[in-house]
């Protein structure tokens, strides 16, 4: 009982940042309709990011996270405006092609600057740890994973009070919908596209503490969010969190309970996925 | 009839492989032959990639076929011999594809893309785990016909291009090209205009699968050993996907060029450019996308709409 | 007449010391493997430049990417042998991509310098072939060297429990059985949890080890995981006397983490080494390139082509046959120690270099990296148990 209530613990906080990458996706792909292959590339920048500042200034990855999001969202912006916005008329593959182009060049530019190595930081909380009776709780996992509901929190605040949040919503609904409002599409496209990068910027910087920074930190990231993305349903933005819970607790559960669990936790995290989308293909005619 | 102007061009393309082991290309002549090796494989993966989006259906399966082909000849061929055992590896790829097919039938667009994913990855941990594959320390696999004959590797390779752009062409100028864009467009309208929706979509894949699981093959022969990681790489999947919109889409033609020029130029790029020659890699596509938007096959001028 | 001969000769060698030999150098790069490859390609250059410095013998490298990828690596390799029509290639850093050469190597019959490969799979598919000069040790040396540790670490410390995290790719996966078996025949409790590589999640496994307690928690995978699993490992409760790791590299910036304190692990040089000809390489390669490496692959790429330049200068000719041979009974001090070659312990092929003896184990200590085992290589007494345990 103890280690099945540690193992959704575990699963718990994992789905935090699952969660928080994944959105950024979702607000790409269901208000933006971009499928972006490059997402996982806003979130190494904010692991290197952190990680520069940490090396050359010292600075705690706390101060990185307001800094990642601003320059995350900045970066977005322009990739928006001069690559996303020619393209948005064109067919579906065209996007995804310059998306994975653009995934290309930045992890190599990244790996011509930084080098392959794995880098990281070493704040001084970097292990601490909560106890609660029998049950360990990682700081910087916990922490990671209230950072991210709240900014969940706040993004919904976003979407369901402000001018800007609520045209958001609507074009992700409907994309006839803007125009009726007479909302700028483009603008909210622009600051979708931003938004999004920069959550996956600040998840960068919690994950340069968690895990490391390289060149190819965030290739799993956009792999893994595609398949909570997809388990929400695309362009569903509320069910991204527990789409990402689902798919965290499994991985948890596998990888504690099944024999040789730890090598099979991936296959396992796209086998539930897999029977969940073709389950619900089937269910709904 | 202009509809068959893009046989000359394919023709060249296919006697130019062909040929290119009697071509006088003095001393570039055995690096170009793997090169060419390379190419045909991976431009068959495109052009059995470009069949199946034919229908609609983004496959990120093809890695998983190239890898069920290629474990499934290495496996037998040291037992029945190089022929019946890609004949086999094909087969193999082919009831994986069936599988896969059958139970995502109804998902579209995205949605297949990534059940098709998921399913490439869950073979792959598969062949990791499954002991007679070899595991994680990989599976020996010997040359073609014992390897008595040197351009063995490259004439199966050239077989392999010659059924892709075969199939694919037939695909192209057959009424089953009106099926397939019919269901690609709308489902439901191509069921009203008679197309037997399900038929289509298995037959595109079947048939795309086993082209796949053939290179997947004949690669194994060429590179002696396959590991899980290699064979059922994703990178394999988006490399088959890359090569068609970088071409141009929903053709013939435009795979087989974008094969060409997109794995010559990787090739290329490296050799000389070295360090960091992925980066300008990445920028090549960004601006194909940008300023060719229907692929190299644009830059020809007149397609169909 | 003799003078003349004598003359002739002199002549002779003046002509070959004059002809630069082209050596052909085939690495990853780029891929996953690019790190170590661009580290053996940098201990290459300063070793050329050094030799063409002497003017003993004259070396011209000509420098292909593998990709670390087969389909990449062949036409590379290729391009080496007929266009730039080289006879001598430097290269092999990682297993799957140097069986896929196995088949143009034979082909092209080169006198081929291997400097990783260390799967013997790879021995497997060179069998019997007469210019293969293998210099890392294989698999099952480093197997060998490992066990010695945990020989030590039983009956020095009492060491009785090990549990044993290994990526579940050929790295971590190609000799787990074996390890098993022999740690068991060395008295030790194993229980062994695969993972995969780069994913940080170790909390699962590393909480059922904790009902295990083992004295030692013993992890096979790559740089991506030592933090991780160092952090993991206490915030989960675990507390192993040693963590004990074995990656081909280590993050950079892990030195400075606190959490790397008293981490041990295995490698087969370090900069720090005392001998004389590790400490003449730091010294060049610092002056090169203004850093230091901490890669073995850099000294390993360095004594390679120190060890070639000694055959052609013992040979006397640029005959690949000829520095094969000489390079066979060649007897140096590299950074590793010395370095002769013999008979692979499987009796396979003919001229294995180094062997399980390169192989030490040192403990991240007050932020460096310091051998502790075997005694002969310790510069400090290994910490057991380490601060993990004693919190």
């Known amino acids: 009982m103890e280690l099945l209530l540690q193992t959704l613990l575990n699963g718990l906080l994992m789905s935090g940042v699952y969660a928080l990458v994944a959105t950024g996706l979702a607000l790409s792909l269901g208000v933006v309709g971009i499928v972006n292959f490059a997402h996982g590339e806003f979130l190494m920048m904010g692991a290197f990011l952190s990680y520069l500042f940490f090396a050359l200034q010292g600075l705690d990855p706390l101060f990185s996270l307001g800094l990642a999001f601003l320059a995350a969202f900045l970066v977005g912006g322009l990739v928006y405006q001069g690559l996303i916005r020619p393209v948005l008329p064109a067919p579906e593959l065209n996007q995804m092609l310059l998306t994975f182009g653009l995934s290309i060049l930045l992890q190599n530019l990244a790996l011509l600057l930084f080098g392959a190595d794995t880098r990281v930081v070493a704040p001084s909380y970097q292990a601490a740890t909560l106890t609660l009776g029998p049950f360990f709780l990682g700081a910087v996992p916990l922490g990671a994973f209230m950072l991210s509901l709240g900014l969940l929190f706040l993004l919904q605040v976003f979407l369901t009070r402000s001018r800007l949040g609520l045209a958001m919503r609507a074009v992700a609904q409907n994309r006839l919908a803007p125009g009726l409002l007479g909302i700028e599409a483009d603008q909210v496209y622009l600051l979708a596209f931003g938004l999004a990068a920069a959550l996956a910027g600040v998840a960068g910087v919690m994950l340069s503490v968690i895990l490391y920074a390289s060149p190819t930190v965030g290739f799993i990231f956009t792999l893994k969010s595609f398949a909570i993305v997809a388990l929400a349903g695309l362009g569903n933005l509320k069910g991204v969190v527990p789409a990402a819970l689902v798919l965290a607790l499994a991985e948890a559960l596998v990888s504690t309970y099944l024999p040789g669990g730890g090598g099979l936790v991936e296959a396992v995290f796209f086998l539930v996925l897999f029977l969940a989308l073709v389950g619900r293909a089937w269910r709904s005619p | 009839m202009r509809e068959l102007s893009h046989l000359p061009f394919l023709s060249f393309f296919l006697l130019l492989f062909a040929l290119l082991p009697f071509l006088p290309l003095g001393i570039w002549g055995a690096f170009l032959l793997d090169v060419g090796f390379f190419i045909q494989l991976f431009t068959a993966m495109a052009l059995s990639w470009d069949l199946v989006a034919r229908t609609g259906q983004l496959s990120l399966a093809h890695g998983a076929f190239f890898g069920l082909g290629a474990y499934g000849a290495g496996l037998l061929a040291p037992h029945v011999g190089t022929l019946p055992a890609l004949v086999f590896g094909a087969f193999v790829a082919g009831a994986g594809a069936l599988l896969l097919g059958s139970v995502t039938l109804r998902l579209h667009g995205l949605y297949f893309a990534i059940a098709s994913l998921a399913f490439s990855e869950v073979l792959r941990t598969l062949a990791l785990k499954l002991a007679f594959t070899g595991g994680p320390i990989g599976l020996p696999v010997p040359p073609p016909f014992g390897g008595v004959w040197p351009l063995a590797a490259y004439y199966l390779s050239f077989g392999v291009l010659l059924l892709a752009t075969a199939l694919s062409h037939w695909a192209e100028w057959s009424p089953f090209r009106l099926a397939q864009a019919a269901t690609r467009q709308s489902e439901a309208v191509a069921r009203v205009l008679g197309v037997r929706v399900v038929r289509v979509k298995l037959w595109s894949l079947l048939l795309g699968s086993l082209v796949a699981g053939l290179s997947g093959g004949v690669y194994g022969m060429k590179t002696l050993f396959l590991s899980p990681y290699d064979a059922f790489s994703l990178g394999r999947a988006v490399e088959a996907l890359v090569i068609p919109i970088f071409g141009g889409l929903y053709s013939t033609l435009g795979p087989l060029v974008g094969g060409v020029v997109l794995v010559g130029l990787e090739q290329a790029l490296r050799l000389w450019i070295k360090e960091g020659y992925l980066v300008v890699y990445g920028a090549i596509l960004i601006l194909v996308i940008l300023f060719l938007p229907r692929g190299l096959v644009g830059l020809l001028g007149r397609r169909r709409g | ?391």
């Open chain 3, 1 to 391: 007449m003799r003078k003349a001969l004598g003359f002739l000769v002199l002549l002779a060698g003046l002509a070959w010391a004059q002809t630069a030999l082209k050596v052909g150098v085939i690495l990853p790069l780029s891929g996953a493997s690019a790190v170590s490859g661009k580290a053996a390609l940098n201990g290459i250059q300063l070793a050329a430049d050094e030799v063409n410095a002497t003017g003993k013998a004259k070396l011209e490298l000509v420098v292909v990417d593998d990709g670390t990828d087969a389909a990449k690596a062949v036409p590379a390799f290729t391009k080496l042998m007929t266009v730039d029509k080289v006879d001598i290639v430097i290269g092999g850093l990682v297993s799957g991509v140097t069986f896929a050469l196995s088949g143009p190597v034979k082909q092209y019959g080169p006198l081929f310098l291997v400097i990783g490969a260390a799967s013997s799979v790879v021995e497997q598919a060179f069998e019997g072939y007469p210019l293969f000069f293998h210099y890392h040790p294989w698999d099952y040396h480093n197997v060998a060297a490992a066990l010695q540790f945990f020989q030590y670490l039983n009956r020095e410390h009492g060491a009785k429990k090990v549990a044993i995290l290994y990526e579940d790719g050929p790295f971590g996966s190609a000799g787990i059985g074996v390890y098993k078996q022999q740690l068991e025949k060395l008295g030790y409790q194993v229980q062994a949890e695969p993972y995969k590589t780069g994913s940080g999640q170790f909390t699962a496994i590393l909480t059922r080890f904790r009902a295990f307690a083992p004295d030692i928690l013993y992890w096979i995978g790559y740089d991506v995981d030592a933090l991780p699993i160092a952090t993991q490992a206490r915030q989960v409760g675990l507390r192993p006397k040693l963590i004990y790791g074995a990656p081909p590299s280590w993050p950079i910036g892990f030195e400075r983490n606190p959490l790397s304190n008293d981490v041990a692990g295995m490698t087969a040089w370090l900069p720090t080494l005392s001998n004389a000809e590790s400490r003449r390489f730091v010294e060049a390669y610092r002056k090169k390139y203004g850093e230091v490496t901490e890669e073995y692959m850099a000294p390993m790429g360095y004594t390679i082509v120190k060890s070639l330049a000694l055959a052609v200068e013992k040979a006397g000719s640029n005959d690949k046959n000829r520095i094969a041979e000489a390079l066979a009974t060649l007897r140096m001090n590299t950074p590793f120690g010395p370095l002769a070659f013999k008979p692979s312990d499987t009796g396979k092929t003919r001229y294995q270099g180094f062997g399980a003896d390169i192989w030490f184990q040192f403990q991240y200590l007050e932020g460096s990296r310091r051998p502790v085992f075997p005694k002969d290589k310790a510069s400090r007494p290994l910490r057991y148990p380490g601060e993990y345990y004693l919190r």
